[in-house]
């Protein structure tokens, strides 16, 4: 998994610990979670802009 070991991955969860502490870590995973979500969510969906013309926009042919 990236070229990460078992030994980098205690040590960078030790790191997270110290830094943010016990109890931000799961408003953290939460946020990444959703972060993840949204940002696989907008991948997928495609925005299709419509530019076909309105009749009731152009003037009378008179």
Known sequence: MF????????ILLVL????FGAGKLPEIGGALGKGVR?????IKETDEIDVTPDDKDEP???
Do not use: A, M, W
Not at 3 to 10: H, K
Not at 16 to 19: A, D, E, G, R, T
């Open 60 to 62: 009378p042919n008179s």
């Open 3 to 10: 070229g990460f070991g078992s030994t980098e991955l205690i």
């Open 38 to 42: 949204n940002f696989k969510k907008s």
């Open 16 to 19: 997270v610990l110290v830094i």
